[in-house]
């Protein structure tokens, strides 16, 4: 008999325990029905009923120990519609937000999301958003991970954006945004730092302080930058692997650059490059994809090391350009440096 009190304090604690992990805080449990009834109730959330435990919920991730949210990822739905609840506020132990590839999904990012105080990674893709890229963000000092791509997002870049000591991944690809790039953004982060920010409307020239910034990957392309981009390249970039600033306005010489010696992908295409290509590319032994053309460059294509994996569309439309795998050189390739 002395044995059932200790038989049953235990299993008293096993169900304390298993209460914290399939039973999330009444708090979240407002929060994620005030969600739902924002967004009209989709069928997306057809598991959300009151009968079950809310870390059961499809979408929604709790922690093990307390039980609280920590996560929300609504994906893939076409037809929810709306604007983002600001009831996501209110699951103020949310580290993960992803809400991707919900085009119906419109309206400004609201600055109720200022509160999250935890958040790690914030994703808000393939929507309809529009508005600026919100200022409050900065605040966000537990943020690693920012993906604001495939939206309708106008304005500059906030440059509250640079403060923040844990971001090492900003992508900002396909949206409308202008002016220039904060010259400080991802200055602080901790890790190699990965930016996305091709097809926008950017201007003015690349960030020469992105010169310490170890980068892993840069995209820059199809923008309005002018400039060199000289800050991106060179011996001492030893974690870059993927650089393209293809379809700008750059003018610069490319005569005297080095790659980055571990580089897999360098387009440099459709810019005002002039000068020659550096023999050293042929001694990157890594690189996959090279592309100048659409430059003002001349003189004799690299020959040797990895160079035949690039054919003619590599080289087209420069200024004058020969040898393998274009036309022969006729003489002696003229010095274009000065």
């Not at 038989?7 to 029905?33: E, I, M, N, P, R």
């Not at 440059?159 to 690809?173: E, F, H, V």
Request: glycine share 6%; net charge negative; with cysteine.
């Amino acid at each position: 008999m002395a044995a059932f009190p200790l038989l049953l304090l235990l299993c008293s604690l096993l169900l304390a325990t298993s209460t914290a992990a399939d039973q999330c805080h009444d708090d979240d449990h407002a929060a994620l029905v005030a969600i739902d009834t924002a967004l009209g109730s989709p069928y997306h959330f057809a598991s959300w009923t009151p009968d079950s435990a809310c870390c059961d919920w499809y979408d929604v991730d709790c922690d093990a120990e307390s039980g609280r949210v920590i996560g929300l990822r609504v994906f893939q739905d076409t037809n929810m519609s709306g604007s983002i609840p600001d009831a996501i506020a209110n699951l103020t132990f949310l580290q993960t937000l992803t809400l991707h590839h919900l085009p119906a999904i419109s309206g400004a990012i609201p600055d109720s999301l200022a509160a999250l105080s935890n958040l790690s990674q914030l994703t808000i893709s393939h929507t309809g958003v529009s508005g600026p890229v919100p200022s409050f963000l900065g605040a966000l000092t537990a943020l690693t991970a920012l993906d604001l791509s495939y939206n309708s997002l106008t304005g500059a870049i906030p440059p509250s954006l640079a403060d923040l000591p844990n971001l090492s991944s900003i992508n900002l690809r396909r949206n409308h945004l202008s002016g220039a790039i904060p010259s400080l953004l991802l200055s602080k982060s901790p890790d190699q730092a990965y930016l996305w920010l091709s097809s926008n409307n950017l201007s003015g020239a690349i960030p020469a302080e992105f010169a310490a910034v170890d980068f892993a990957h840069i995209d820059l392309s199809r923008n309005a930058l002018s400039g060199d981009a000289a800050c991106l390249l060179g011996a001492g970039k030893s974690s870059l692997q993927h650089v393209d600033v293809s379809r700008n306005a750059l003018r610069f010489d490319l005569s005297g650059m080095e790659f980055p010696e571990n580089a897999t992908y360098i387009d440099l295409s459709h810019n005002g490059i002039r000068g020659g290509i550096p023999t050293q590319v042929a001694n990157l032994t890594n690189l996959q994809q090279f592309n100048v053309s659409f430059n003002r460059l001349c003189g004799e294509v690299p020959a040797g090391g990895n160079m035949a994996r690039f054919d003619r569309y590599s080289y087209l439309h420069n200024k004058c350009l020969c040898g393998a795998p274009l036309t022969a050189c006729r003489q002696r390739p003229i010095n274009y440096l000065h």
